[in-house]
């Protein structure tokens, strides 16, 4: 290669720190900015979770303005840079206290010896701390487990309601945790979030992720009246399931932890060990008037198609449909998962949540993730999953595997 050739290869180089300034600098931007837009929340919901990866590409581009030798581009990739990094390094930043206000929460509503009574075969399978930064480059590792996709339940109205069962290598008697997956009550199934499912079952757990009629063309309480069938249905076939019926708890993302919580706090519901809420929504009529800014799915429309119309002409379903209106004396213990700058379900309400299950003496736990988006758990190595992750399967495990409860 020729001289020449060398000079013009060098020249553009600094094509590639300009490059990646911007955009690091760019997806950086998504950990403060909110998604205005349905299309663009990926970016909201990613940006966070994959920090980390932000972190490298912006520190390379800083590296790289070795590179540039014009004054005016230097800068402008050194700005850049320099702001994506520090936009890219606050997750990390804020997990240390985040993690140790949960550890708190936990203890102090469940025990300080809380997962005394979890044997430490069992302790020793969970997740050895609250993030592991290698976990986000290489992903969580999972173990094999048996899967059985597409098992009908029921056929209400003629549309077959399937299951997805996730069961340990060896066959047995496991505690069971019931999925029931998010999407606005609108789309979504049971293979949602299937590495979650997954990863559960490896841990001991018969997981089986459940679906439901959707919204507009099934209205409330189609939606519960399925979760109810589900249930049922897997009481039926616990055998077959490898279930143990004394030890069920109840999960959902989103409409689905909305579902799960209204299922879970009914009368005469099922007696779950435990139900655990990511997200999910919780006063339908305050979250119809009370609106997330910006509102990248439209909150409004997503209530009218769930529920048949406003606040204004369905006051008693919109209450019917709002688990705030259900704590009473007695309910299963709830872990809600909420994250700060949700801008679908709003992490206020989750705190209103929590607070009345308190002050009906029920135990409660309240996680919040000040630098989440909804959704955060579609990234499942993420930061802020890895977290959620570690504190929810200490509390599935004090509820179902304990041997005082």
């Not at 994506?84 to 930043?93: E, H, W």
């Amino acid at each position: 290669m020729s001289q020449a050739n060398l000079l013009e290869i060098f020249r553009f180089l600094w094509l590639v720190p300009l490059l990646l300034s911007l955009l690091g600098f760019f997806l950086s931007l998504w950990i403060i900015i909110p998604a205005s837009t349905f299309s663009l929340l990926p970016l909201g919901v990613g940006a966070p979770e994959l920090s980390p990866w932000l972190i490298v590409i912006n520190a390379i581009a800083l590296l790289l303005t070795v590179l540039v030798h014009n004054s005016w581009l230097s800068a402008i990739i050194f700005i850049c840079s320099l702001l994506g990094l520090i936009l890219s390094l606050l997750p990390l930043l804020q997990l240390p206290a985040a993690n140790g206000k949960f550890t708190a929460e936990m203890t102090a509503v469940l025990g300080t010896d809380y997962l005394q009574a979890v044997p430490q075969a069992l302790q020793n399978q969970m997740r050895p701390q609250p993030f592991a930064i290698a976990d986000v480059f290489r992903g969580i590792p999972i173990k094999e487990v048996r899967i059985e996709r597409g098992i009908i339940f029921a056929n209400p109205d003629q549309v077959d309601l399937k299951l997805n069962l996730y069961r340990p290598p060896l066959t047995g008697k496991y505690p069971a945790l019931i999925i029931i997956y998010g999407g606005a009550w609108r789309e979504g199934n049971p293979d949602s979030y299937e590495t979650y499912s997954s990863y559960m079952a490896a841990q001991g757990y018969s997981v089986i992720a459940i679906d439901y009629r959707h919204a507009p063309q099934y209205k409330f309480p189609a939606q519960l009246e399925d979760v109810k069938l589900a249930v049922q249905y897997i009481q039926d076939r616990a055998d077959d399931f490898e279930v143990d019926t004394k030890r069920m708890a109840i999960m959902g993302r989103s409409a689905g932890g909305h579902l799960a919580t209204l299922a879970a706090y009914q009368q005469n519901a099922f007696p779950f060990r435990a139900v655990v809420s990511y997200y999910g929504a919780v006063n339908l009529t305050k979250g119809y008037y009370d609106p997330p800014v910006p509102n990248p799915i439209d909150i409004q429309t997503v209530l009218q198609n769930f529920l048949g119309g406003t606040p204004e002409e369905l006051p008693e379903l919109y209450r019917q449909a709002s688990p705030i209106n259900y704590p009473r004396l007695n309910l299963p213990p709830s872990l809600l998962v909420y994250a700060g700058r949700d801008h679908l379900v709003q992490a206020k309400f989750g705190r209103q949540l929590y607070n009345k299950l308190k002050a009906t003496d029920n135990r409660a736990v309240l996680l919040e993730i000040p630098w989440a988006e909804h959704a955060f758990d579609a990234v499942f190595f993420g930061v802020s999953n890895q977290l959620a992750l570690y504190h929810t399967e200490r509390f599935l495990a004090w509820a179902l595997k304990s041997h005082q409860n």
